[in-house]
């Protein structure tokens, strides 16, 4: 019988400002860091905070995966009102560590709020070409947060 597991967070959306801030707590399983996320629409951004490392990652928005505010808020609302039950399947991505962003004041107002005072870094996805794939020892670590109808987690890996 699979056993369901509960993924917490707390979510506030600003759909005139087109952001969502996604708040993880320490996951109650498996390995995953706490962590704060931004989805910035309008500048078409998104940042983690991983709150072990106390580490800012910024990274291009994916709209494939990311839900725009306003319809986000819509599923939230359904899902607290019995209409809707999320997919129970995990979306996996993998990001690395590129280049140290020095002025956190160029990436918007909600994105700089969240990162001034933190190391900042960008991310770039690893993209996986057909075949077998070694495997690399780096360090990283995982953050899992809903953002649309699925679970996803994000692996966030130094080079």
């Not at 505010?69 to 997919?87: D, H, S």
């Not at 004041?105 to 994105?111: K, M, P, V």
């Not at 960008?122 to 075949?131: A, I, M, S, T, V």
């Amino acid at each position: 019988m699979p056993r369901y597991r509960t993924l917490k967070e707390n979510i506030r959306i600003l759909p005139d400002s087109d952001v969502e801030l996604i708040s993880v707590p320490v996951p109650e399983f498996a390995d995953g860091d706490p962590a704060d996320i931004v989805h910035d629409f309008h500048i078409r951004l998104t940042a983690y905070l991983d709150l072990v490392l106390n580490k800012c990652y910024v990274i291009p928005l994916n709209t494939s995966v990311v839900m725009p505010p306003r319809n986000f808020l819509e599923l939230i609302i359904n899902i607290k009102a019995g209409t809707y039950l999320p997919q129970s399947y995990l979306i996996h991505e993998q990001m690395i560590v590129t280049d140290r962003i020095e002025n956190v004041d160029q990436l918007g107002f909600f994105i700089s709020r969240l990162c001034r005072g933190k190391d900042t870094f960008k991310l770039q996805r690893r993209e996986f070409p057909d075949g077998i794939q070694k495997r690399e020892a780096a360090e990283c670590h995982k953050i899992r947060h809903f953002e649309n109808n699925f679970v996803v987690e994000t692996t966030i890996c130094e080079q």
